[in-house]
């Protein structure tokens, strides 16, 4: 829990650092240069970014589910070595997997969760 509340003073104390660095009371600001830039629509930005988190799930699940393999399969090694050695850790192993496996099913399953995130939001903001 330190740790947690030491990185979260840390972060606050970059940004507040940053935020000083960018605009300092005083001085003049610059306006940047938007010549040549094209307006977007809502629609245009929210199916580009929709494509590339798309693109961004289909090419990660190789390599999600190649390191959950890897972690169960060391989970497995670990509960043999717990089971001559003491079982104490085993307990730890187990929800290594246990862990291991949810995040396989929630990375497989994301647009699921999504929809029914959104279901339910829309289900009960209604009242």
Same mark, same amino acid.
Request: charged share 10%; hydrophobic share 60%.
């Given at each position: 829990m330190r740790a947690v509340i030491t990185l979260l003073i840390a972060f606050t104390l970059i940004l507040s650092i940053a935020g000083y660095a960018v605009a300092s009371p005083?001085?003049?600001v610059e306006q940047? *240069?938007?010549?040549g830039i094209q307006p977007v629509s809502p629609d245009e930005l929210a199916g580009k970014v929709s494509g /590339?988190?798309?693109s961004l799930h289909s090419e990660g699940k190789p390599f999600v589910?190649?390191?959950?393999? #890897?972690? #169960?399969? %060391?989970?497995?090694?670990?509960?043999?070595?717990? #089971? %001559?050695?003491? /079982?104490? *850790?085993?307990a730890k192993v187990f929800a290594a997997v246990l862990a291991a496996g949810l995040g396989l099913f929630l990375y497989?399953?994301?647009?699921? *969760? *999504?929809?029914?995130y959104?279901? %339910?939001?829309?289900?009960f903001a209604r009242g």
């Open positions: 005083g001085e003049p940047t *240069v938007t010549e /590339f988190l798309n589910a190649t390191l959950a393999k #890897i972690i #169960i399969a %060391f989970s497995g090694l670990l509960m043999l070595v717990a #089971i %001559f050695t003491g /079982f104490r *850790v085993l497989n399953n994301a647009d699921t *969760v *999504v929809a029914l959104l279901w %339910f939001s829309n289900h």
